[in-house]
C-alpha cells in the first residue's frame, strides 16, 4: 500500500488447509532444468494452444484490422478479444510478440511431451535453431507493434510464420498422430 509517498507492507493472511492451493505434481523432470524450480506441466499440445495459438491470432487480426480501431469491448476485463480488452489495441499486439518470445524459453525445458507421449526433440540441433526463429518473431512482432505500423505487422507477422511453419513442417505436420515429434 503507498500512503502520502511511504510504501507500508501489508501482509497477507495465511491460508486455511481448505483454502492453500494445490500443489501441482511435475510431469517432467525439474532436476537438471536450467531454471532451478521450474517444472513442465503441459504437454506440447497443451503449451501451443493455451499461449501460442492466442497470442499469434493477434497478431493475425492485426494484419487485417487496425489494432487501434478495435472499440474497448464493454467488459474489458473479462473479454476473451485480446484487442478489445483493457491492455487491448496495440498493446495487445505488442504483449502477444512477448508472450511468443518468452514461450521460447519455456519450449527449452527438459522433461516436456508431445500429445504422443514422445519427448519434445530437445536433443535435435534444428530444435533450438527453430525455438530462436520463435523468439526473434516475436520480438519483431513486438517491435513492429511498438510501431503502431500495419505493413511493419505485416513483415513480422510473415517472420512468425515461418517460424512456425520449419518446426510444425519437421514435427508436426505428420499423417499419424504417432509420428509427431519423431
Known sequence: MIL???VIAVPF???SQAQAPAKSRPTGSAAGSP??????EANLAQLMRGTLFPSS?????????NPADVPQDKDSG???NLLASAYGKWTAVENSGLALAEVANVLMLP???CSNGLPVPLNNPDWPKFVQEL???????????QSKN???ILTAADTMTNACSNCHNKWREKPNLADRCK
Open 57 to 65: 491470432n493477434v497478431i493475425f487480426a492485426a494484419q487485417n484490422v
Open 135 to 145: 523468439r526473434d518473431a516475436g520480438m519483431a512482432v513486438y517491435k513492429a507493434a
Open 35 to 40: 531454471i532451478p524450480g521450474a517444472r513442465v
Open 13 to 15: 493472511p495465511a491460508l
Open 4 to 6: 502520502a509517498g511511504m
Open 150 to 152: 500495419q505493413d511493419n
Open 78 to 80: 473479462t473479454t476473451v
Open 111 to 113: 522433461g516436456r511431451k
